[in-house]
Nanobody, 122 residues
């Protein structure tokens, strides 16, 4: 099982980035997926998740309305579109996957990527 994130980098406040997470080694359609972040000196937090099939999404209040999570099952990839970025969004962003038979999502995950750094300058 492998989850590999890409798309991180340095961006100015107000800018946008799109993160990608390529999955391999498991049946992508059997898993819900999500994005987490860990800022320096803080605990990791789940910020967005999407059900298998992409039918249901959930966002934490801090990113709702600015971030969008989506999946491309044909490419076994989950994306996080981040708009209106703020300096407080600076963190290492990781994707994760949860094996489930349901059609919703939550932040209890089974597999994790290593993360990609997003830095937002003021």
């Amino acid at each position: 099982v492998q989850l590999v994130e890409s798309g991180g980098g340095l961006v100015q406040a107000g800018g946008s980035l799109r993160l990608s997470c390529a999955a391999s080694g498991f049946t992508f359609g059997d898993y819900a997926t999500g994005w987490f972040r860990q800022a320096p000196g803080k605990e990791r937090e789940g910020i967005a998740c999407v059900s298998r099939g992409g039918y249901y999404t959930h966002y934490r209040a801090a990113v709702k309305g600015r971030f969008t999570v989506s999946t491309d099952n044909a490419k076994n990839t989950v994306y996080l579109q981040m708009n209106s970025l703020k300096p407080e969004d600076t963190a290492v962003y990781s994707c994760a996957a949860q094996r489930t038979t349901g059609w919703s999502c939550n932040y209890t995950m089974h597999y994790w990527g290593k993360g990609t750094l997003v830095t937002v300058s003021s």
